[in-house]
């Protein structure tokens, strides 16, 4: 295939808007790179500068002369910059250490706006993992190498960071309280509290033991959170003395690991998936005050109109528990789902291994909808579902579905549909 004829500065142009936008490269673009040790060079230069810059910038248009300035400054710090420096092992610190003046940095977060998302641009979601309704949109946290937070308003990605770690992030689940995000990393054993307006991770909680489940309550006292660990412990976050252990387990990859934490009507449930259970605790000094066997895995919870929870079985139930943990209701269920939301009469649960299901749980009746990835579902205020879908690409997506599965929007690899 031939390459683009027209002039190398052109071709980076071309280039620095596609990095911008998320978008990838075209077949004439791709053959001009393969012929090109320049272009390439600049591409290279671009995307280290991506990864240095990912996180919230103003939605603004910087002069002409100031992405030239910064792109020349880049370069002479590839040029000038120690041996040693190709050593690090993060790319997106190569840069960093050689801009640190206060000109430069303004001039890159400035240059940032060109390659990062802003207002108005959709950009590629990494490997979601995880989605949360938060305050005036959607919080999407995705399991790639620099743990990538996107945030959407309405069907445009507004504001994007990275929340590193020592691990690549694995996002297991996401609770909102008030205008804070509470995200379970389990390879880092760690809970992040994300503040959205501006986007920035405020706090990060350790769990040593591992994040197998969230919940989160509003009250007098502000609010709390509550998590579960991989070896069945129960706490509150940032309360070192509130914590009890309800089960003991050892040896548990963190990543396989989920269980669900809820706060219903007083009562703080907790399933334990090894043994079948569901525990009821008191929310306030976490004693165990009732254990239900109800069977199979129990791995998620959902709260339900008239104080009865369901719990979401993986071998393939969804169950109606009472106030006091009792099964009232069980419906049987394809394959293995494991992440559950809940509006109205309308249930929907995701399955990884390719299908979504919504469950009508007045009639009963299961409405199939295959997906390739999907890994998460959230109920939104409006009555409509967020699913995050991963796919073989590593860019998946965000929809929106109404309760009839009707795809409201979707938001894919830099693109609305």
């Known amino acids: 295939m031939a390459g683009i004829t027209e002039p190398c500065d052109t071709v980076q142009q071309q ?25 390439r060079a600049h591409l290279t230069l671009l995307r280290d500068l991506e990864a240095a810059l990912l996180e919230v910038v103003p939605p603004l248009e910087p002069p002409a002369h100031l992405k030239t300035a910064v792109l020349g400054a880049a370069r002479q710090a590839r040029v000038t910059a120690p041996a040693a420096a190709k050593a690090r ?19 890159l977060l400035a240059f940032g706006a060109l390659l990062t998302p802003s207002r ?16 005036g949109g959607l919080l999407v946290a995705s399991n790639d190498q620099g743990g990538t937070l996107n945030l959407l308003r309405g069907d445009q990605v507004t504001a994007t960071l990275r929340s590193g770690g020592r691990q690549p992030s694995w996002f297991t689940q996401g609770v909102r309280l008030g205008d804070r995000v509470y995200l379970a990393d389990a390879a880092n054993d760690r809970v992040l509290e994300v503040q959205t307006d501006p986007l920035k991770v405020v706090r990060s909680y350790p ?4 994040v197998a489940g969230l919940t989160a309550s509003s009250g007098p006292d502000g609010g709390r959170v509550y998590f579960k660990t991989v070896r069945g412990a129960v706490g509150r976050l940032g309360d070192a003395g509130g914590q009890i252990t309800v089960a003991r387990e050892a040896g548990m990859p963190l990543a396989d690991v989920m269980d669900g934490v809820l706060l219903s009507g007083g009562t703080l449930f907790v399933t334990h998936h090894l043994t079948g259970e569901v525990c009821l605790l008191d929310p306030d000094t976490l004693k165990v005050l009732k254990r239900v066997v109800v069977g199979g895995a129990p791995v998620d919870l959902a709260p339900e109109a008239g104080g009865t929870v369901l719990a979401l079985d993986v071998k393939g139930r969804l169950l ?25 009469s309308v249930a929907l649960v995701t399955d990884r291994a390719g299908q979504l299901t919504r469950i009508d749980l007045v009639s009963g009746k299961l409405h199939p909808m295959p997906l ?11 009555g409509t579902f967020a699913v995050a879908e991963g796919s073989a690409s590593g860019k998946g997506s965000v929809r929106v579905l109404d309760e ?14």
């Open 15 to 39: 280039l620095e808007e596609r990095v911008g936008l998320g978008q990838s490269l075209t077949p004439e673009l791709r053959a001009h790179l393969a012929d090109c040790p320049g272009c």
């Open 89 to 107: 092992p993060h790319p997106s610190r190569r840069w960093w250490p050689l801009m640190l003046g206060a000109a430069a940095v303004s001039g």
């Open 120 to 135: 108005g641009t959709a950009a590629a979601l990494p490997d979601p993992a995880v989605v949360v309704a938060a305050a």
């Open 207 to 210: 769990v040593p033991d591992g």
């Open 320 to 344: 109606r528990l009472s106030a006091g943990g009792e099964v009232v209701r069980s419906w049987p269920l394809p394959g293995h789902p494991d992440k559950l939301g809940v509006n109205g």
């Open 372 to 382: 390739v990835h999907p890994m998460d579902v959230v109920a939104l205020p409006d």
């Open 404 to 417: 009839a599965l009707k795809t409201s929007w979707q938001l894919e690899g830099g693109s609305r549909k």
